[in-house]
């Protein structure tokens, strides 16, 4: 990575794109194949900022991106790539609801090394670079160092109804270990909630590499993790689980606490 050209680049990014966001219609252009997945006009004028932007800086770049450019063959032999989440958390944005972001991450041969989620609403910026720790508006953040009784759990709400499946006993067994669990509908800020303490655990199944990308190394710099479901890696993963270190995630939906005899 290029210095802080990259990490400085990012944060600009994203803080733009949120003022896009902000100042766009809450209109729905497109339906996207499942009951209530759509891109707004806000999704397409935040990817063509960030498209433009990146294309115009660092023009031997390779990007994927949401709306537009989902697919990308071998990502993990391209030495620059831009991952983008233009908008995240379509659905809270298109209703009013103000949970919502823009999610950014710069890859190495596979390895995200830079990566910022942006909250429009609360000018909250959550930002990571690769063995530089993790920060929620330039102040260091931790995850949660407790188990997961007593504590906020996230269960996802995917789109499909057998990945929906697939998250709803894990709701249960938070419960039954003492967590009371919540859904916010944005993937990346879930997680970013995950890496500064508000939630101590965060399970789904569905996301694509946009929204975990920038996710996956605010928390690992965090000193939490990203467990891998039915993969490997960021891009050919199912499902995921962000916790601590301390928690570990069954892939038929069980969780043990290491701190814990749970």
């Known amino acids: 990575m290029k210095g802080?050209?990259?990490?400085?680049?990012?944060?600009?990014?994203?803080?733009?794109?949120?003022?896009?966001?902000?100042?766009?219609?809450?209109?729905?252009q497109s339906i996207k194949g499942n009951p209530g997945n759509f891109a707004t006009v806000a999704d397409m004028k935040s990817e063509r900022f960030l498209i433009a932007s990146i294309s115009k800086k660092f023009s031997s770049h390779a990007i994927m991106s949401e709306e537009t450019r989902n697919e990308i063959k071998d990502p993990e032999t391209i030495p620059?790539?831009?991952?983008l989440d233009p908008l995240d958390g379509t659905s809270n944005f298109f209703y009013g609801i103000p949970f919502f972001c823009v999610s950014i991450a710069y890859a190495e041969f596979g390895q995200v090394v830079a990566g910022a989620v942006y909250d429009p609403s609360r000018d909250e910026l959550f930002s990571a670079v690769a063995k530089r720790g993790a920060y929620l508006?330039?102040?260091?953040?931790?995850?949660?160092?407790?188990a997961i009784s007593g504590t906020?759990?996230?269960?996802?709400?995917?789109?499909k109804q057998a990945d929906f499946k697939r998250c709803k006993p894990l709701s249960d067994e938070c419960y039954a270990k003492g967590a009371r669990t919540r859904n916010l509908g944005s993937a990346a800020l879930q997680i970013a909630y995950?890496?500064?303490?508000?939630?101590?655990?965060?399970?789904?199944?569905?996301?694509?590499?946009?929204?975990?990308?920038?996710?996956?190394?605010?928390?690992?710099?965090?000193g939490g993790k990203?467990?891998?479901?039915?993969?490997?890696?960021?891009?050919?993963?199912?499902?995921?689980?962000?916790s601590t270190k301390d928690?570990?995630?069954?892939?038929?939906?069980?969780?043990?606490?290491?701190?814990?005899?749970?």
């Open 4 to 28: 802080n050209e990259i990490a400085d680049f990012v944060v600009f990014l994203a803080k733009r794109a949120g003022r896009i966001l902000l100042d766009s219609p809450r209109r729905i």
């Open 80 to 83: 620059s790539l831009w991952i």
């Open 137 to 146: 508006n330039g102040k260091k953040i931790h995850v949660q160092k407790s």
């Open 152 to 159: 906020l759990a996230n269960i996802g709400s995917p789109y």
């Open 194 to 222: 995950v890496a500064c303490g508000r939630f101590s655990y965060y399970f789904d199944w569905g996301p694509k590499p946009w929204d975990v990308a920038a996710g996956s190394l605010i928390i690992l710099e965090a």
């Open 226 to 242: 990203t467990e891998y479901l039915a993969g490997k890696t960021i891009f050919d993963a199912k499902g995921f689980a962000f």
């Open 247 to 262: 928690t570990v995630m069954k892939s038929k939906g069980s969780i043990k606490n290491k701190q814990s005899n749970g």
